[in-house]
Every structure is written in C-alpha cells, then in structure tokens.
C-alpha cells in the first residue's frame, strides 16, 4: 500500500481541462521527437515549483470516485513534499536517499537505498518531473499523442515490479508551455487515478523546511 501510495506522488505543473472532444492522434516520429526535445528543454530551467492538486481515485468495480486535495512543492536538487490536506492529512517527503512519511500521528522514514523498488519509484517521479521520463526505455515504453491543444504521452512499464501494480501511466501536456499538466496512472484492476495541478509558481523561493521531517 505505501509502494502503491508513494507513485502516485509524482508531481507536476499546471492545471488544464481535459479537451475530450478532440480524437486522440498518434504522433509521427518527428513530431514526437519534437514535443520531447521542447518538454525536456523547458525542464531544464524548472528550478523550484508550488502547486495545489486535486486528485481522483475512480474504484472500477464499485463505481466510485474519491477526491482529495492538497499541496506540492519541488525543488530541481531531487527534493518533493506532496502534502494532502482533505479530506485527510498525509505527507510525503522525498530528500535525497530518505523518505519521509507521515500519516496522522503515525511517522515513519525509509531509506530507499534498501529496496531496489523504491529506488525505480523514487527514479519515476524524478524523471517525470524533467521529462526525463519520455525517454527512460529501460523503465517505460512511450508513445506521444496530440489532442487538441494538448500532447499526450502513454507510458507502459517496462519493469516487473512496476508492472505488477500499473498497466499505463499518462502525461498530459500543455503544448503552450510543454509543461506536464495532468497525470492518470492505470491499475492492472482497472482503478485509476488523476492528479490535476493548478495555481502553479515557479522558480519561486520555497522554505528548505518543506522538504524537512517534522
């Protein structure tokens, strides 16, 4: 449940409404060269970013959405806090070779040097913060789409271990900014899960306390 809990921290950068109207097409070689070269181009001058989220979970066999809110803060040093706060309160905290998590009153840190899957998980939402992510074939195989005014990017594990809990994970992009803007992670059971964020600030000044356990 942790491992399950901690892939869906990956954090990403501004809000933007599904254009479901608009068919899905599949990207030539070029043009998906092209949306890769430009989101990796403009992760590299992400050096901080703050953002509030909203994520739903959708459970197939119930037919039944949960929503949540909360916060995310990033720094371009390898550091994430991804924080909840309804409707209800957990923290998670990526710095360095430790996480921190913190559920309640309950607190635990683990030091993902320990577990080879944590070290990929850790690696995953890193990479999907850069970009890097499109490009990992060692972790992903990644197929580029447009939609409207968007750019879209199927990723399908490639490792066993990721294998076993995701069937797909999609980036959605703002073309316009060629900035990660949704995020939809597919069960092997059907469940999936959105994160949209919004109200993005970057390169502002973001307290190092964020990213420390307390």
Known sequence: MVMRKLLLMLCMAVSLTLQA??????ATEAQAKA?????NQKATSIKTLACDFTQVKTLRFLNDKMTSQGKMYFDGTGKLRWEYTSPYSYTFILNGQKVYIKSGKSSH???IRQSKLFQ???QVMMNSMTGKSLTNNSEFTCTMYTQGNDWVADMVPQKKEM???????RLRFDSTRQMV???EMTEQGGDTTLITLKDVKLNGKVDEK???AQ
């Open 21 to 26: 109207q608009a068919p899905l097409k599949k």
């Open 35 to 39: 949306m890769v070269e430009k989101i």
């Open 109 to 111: 840190t683990i030091d």
């Open 120 to 122: 990929s998980i850790a």
């Open 163 to 169: 294998k076993k809990m995701f069937k797909t994970i």
């Open 181 to 183: 803007s949704q995020v």
């Open 210 to 212: 964020m990213f420390v």
